[in-house]
């Protein structure tokens, strides 16, 4: 089955520092990869996805990258808030069924410091 | 905006107890998730529901855990007997079937949060 592997585990940065989140998959098959922002005690939000068709997607502060071949995908996060401290996880899935499982990394600890 | 639903929020109980959660999923939606998320590491899928029926449970400890969508709405799943390594945050998630064919936009409940002693 696939398997998800994300790094840093942990992520402290200054306020107005960029930070970068990284995964790699195993599967060449999974062809969507979403990103999931979890504050203390609350539900996993998505904030940011990708499908294998694109290189590259942006939404304000956030984008993330892509690289089939290499089996690579990141989270980049420019002009860090303190409010955007968080655990961030990465997924992957094969979609194109109705029932695309979304396997998950361990997760990486951002910290922003004001 | 509409959520998913989880009760209770906070499970406290002794091993070899039963235990039994509860997800709403948002209404419409015809996929629904069971993760299992330890401290520290990311979700783990346990069982999901297309509709009534299961559609992958390899991961669920069949031994041990059970889970129902009877109607294909809302959802039950079952610890029984609970032994100390089930510690740990239960999420219940929800997709629309009407979602794309290449995405699947999971909505997750705000999880309850098992301690057996």
């Known amino acids: 089955g696939e398997n998800v592997e994300q790094h840093p585990s942990t992520l402290s940065v200054q306020e107005g520092d960029s930070a970068v989140i990284k995964c790699t998959y195993s599967?060449?098959?999974?062809?969507?990869f979403p990103w999931y922002k979890q504050e203390l005690g609350k539900r996993p939000q998505l904030i940011i996805d990708?499908?294998?068709?694109?290189g590259e997607k942006k939404d304000q502060r956030i984008a993330v990258t892509l690289n089939k071949t290499a089996k690579h995908f990141s989270l980049h996060i420019t002009e860090t808030q303190p409010e955007d401290s968080a655990v961030y996880f990465c997924a992957a899935s094969i979609s194109g069924t109705s029932y695309g499982k979304l396997t998950f990394g361990q997760g990486t600890i951002l910290t922003v410091h004001p | 905006e509409a959520e998913v639903a989880q009760s209770p929020r906070y499970k406290i109980t002794e091993k070899s107890q039963a235990v039994a959660f509860w997800c709403d999923p948002i209404?419409?939606?015809?996929?629904l998730y069971w993760y299992r998320q330890i401290l520290g590491q990311g979700p783990e899928l346990l069982v999901q529901?297309?509709?009534?029926?299961?559609?992958?449970d390899s991961q669920l400890p069949k031994d041990r855990f059970s889970a129902e969508r009877l109607k294909g709405v809302d959802s039950t799943l079952k610890i029984q007997p609970a032994e100390l390594g089930d510690s740990a945050m239960y999420l219940c998630?929800?997709?629309?079937?009407?979602?794309?064919?290449?995405?699947?936009?999971?909505?997750f409940g705000a999880g309850t949060r098992l301690s057996v002693l």
């Open positions: 209404s419409g939606h015809a996929t």
């Open positions: 529901f297309q509709d009534e029926s299961v559609v992958d």
């Open positions: 998630a929800s997709s629309s079937r009407l979602e794309t064919p290449t995405k699947n936009i999971q909505y």
């Open positions: 599967d060449s098959a999974s062809n969507y």
């Open positions: 990708i499908r294998s068709n694109v």
